[in-house]
């Protein structure tokens, strides 16, 4: 299996910038690729951004492409998503998942970004 935890998140104003991370443990020679989503109040969960394990491209939900940006560190099973122009609209838990060949789809625990007007 697959451990995924997620931090860096947090009370920013409008305008600002957080850069979540994500670490991978356990059977991580396995991940081909990790994506992350979020989950407003009372709302369903939402892509925002997805790397593979490769040189592939990411890719991006299209309403966050330009203020949001995924990449990696596939020495360290890392994956980090850099969001600037934050907006209160973005405020959300982020979650961060990984799919491993199988396959199968690994969730983190979530970690809480606040904006404020």
């Known amino acids: 299996q697959v451990q995924l935890v997620e931090s860096g998140g947090g009370l920013v104003q409008a305008g600002g910038s957080l850069r979540l991370s994500c670490v991978a443990s356990?059977?991580?020679?396995?991940?081909?690729?990790m994506a992350w989503f979020r989950q407003a109040p009372e709302q369903e969960r939402e892509f925002v951004a997805r790397?593979?394990?490769?040189?592939?491209?990411?890719t991006y939900s299209d309403s966050l492409k330009g203020r949001f940006a995924i990449s990696r560190d596939v020495g360290k099973d890392t994956v980090y998503l850099q969001m600037n122009s934050l907006k209160p609209e973005d405020t959300a838990i982020y979650y961060c998942?990984?799919?491993?060949?199988?396959?199968?789809?690994?969730w983190g625990q979530g970690t809480q970004v606040t904006v404020s007007p």
């Open positions: 998942a990984a799919t491993e060949y199988g396959p199968n789809t690994y």
């Open positions: 356990g059977r991580t020679f396995n991940i081909y690729t």
């Open positions: 790397i593979r394990w490769d040189d592939s491209p990411p």
